[in-house]
T-cell receptor
Framework: AQSVTQLGSHVSVSEGALVLLRCNYS??????LFWYVQYPNQGLQLLLK??????LVKGINGFEAEFKKSETSFHLTKPSAHMSDAAEYFCAVVTTGNQFYFGTGTSLTVIP | NAGVMQNPRHLVRRRGQEARLRCSPM?????VYWYRQLPEEGLKFMVY????????ESGMPKERFSAEFPKEGPSILRIQQVVRGDSAAYFCASNMQGTNNSPLHFGNGTRLTVT
């Protein structure tokens, strides 16, 4: 069965510091992977997706993620945190049956 | 607005009443998913539908919950005889048919409160 694990349900960084949100997946086949962001009282918005075209994927708002098959990881990074990045972040993997599996989420707090 | 539309945004029901949550997928999308989210918890998959067909309902409670996606009109998530434990945010998402890397597009959710 497919699954994703997000290490750290809460992450705090100072404004301007590096953001690193971790995601590991379990998959017996090459997966399709996604990162979503959720702001309070809103639905999830797509940040970026990995579809095997390139291992380093750039998304919106300065975020990027690197697919590492050897580590079964797809960690999300941003070089410099902004106050507006405070939100909940979800990693997701999709199976060949078009079924999406989401991680439990990581809440990012940005400290001024 | 060409995005996923959910209504109502907020729904208050007394215990024992019925709740109907509606979702119109994004234009061109034929797959609809329903998720439930509780505070401090992630998204819990409920059901995956195509028009007139339930693909996967493994996340749906066995009783009181049902979902449909008719040929015409929005997808409906129906909760009969609501209880306080049904209070949550319910999100609908849609994507295109036949592509495994088609991302889900989410609505803004319906927040159900059972009093």
């Amino acid at each position: 069965a497919q699954s994703v694990t997000q290490l750290g349900s809460h992450v705090s960084v100072s404004e301007g510091a590096l953001v690193l949100l971790r995601c590991n997946y379990s998959s017996s086949v090459p997966p399709y992977l996604f990162w979503y962001v959720q702001y309070p009282n809103q639905g999830l918005q797509l940040l970026l997706k990995y579809t095997s075209a390139a291992t380093l994927v750039k998304g919106i708002n300065g975020f990027e993620a690197e697919f590492k098959k050897s580590e079964t990881s797809f960690h999300l990074t941003k070089p410099s945190a902004h106050m507006s990045d405070a939100a909940e972040y979800f990693c997701a993997v999709v199976t060949t049956g078009n079924q999406f599996y989401f991680g439990t989420g990581t809440s990012l707090t940005v400290i001024p | 607005n060409a995005g996923v539309m959910q209504n109502p945004r907020h729904l208050v029901r007394r215990r024992g009443q019925e709740a109907r949550l509606r979702c119109s997928p994004m234009k061109g999308h034929s797959h609809v998913y329903w998720y439930r989210q509780l505070p401090e918890e992630g998204l819990k998959f409920m059901v995956y539908l195509q028009k007139e067909n339930i693909i996967d309902e493994s996340g749906m409670p066995k009783e009181r919950f049902s979902a449909e996606f008719p040929k015409e009109g929005p997808s409906i998530l129906r909760i009969q005889q609501v209880v306080r434990g049904d209070s949550a945010a319910y999100f609908c998402a849609s994507n295109m048919q036949g592509t495994n890397n088609s991302p889900l597009h989410f609505g803004n959710g319906t927040r159900l409160t059972v009093t």
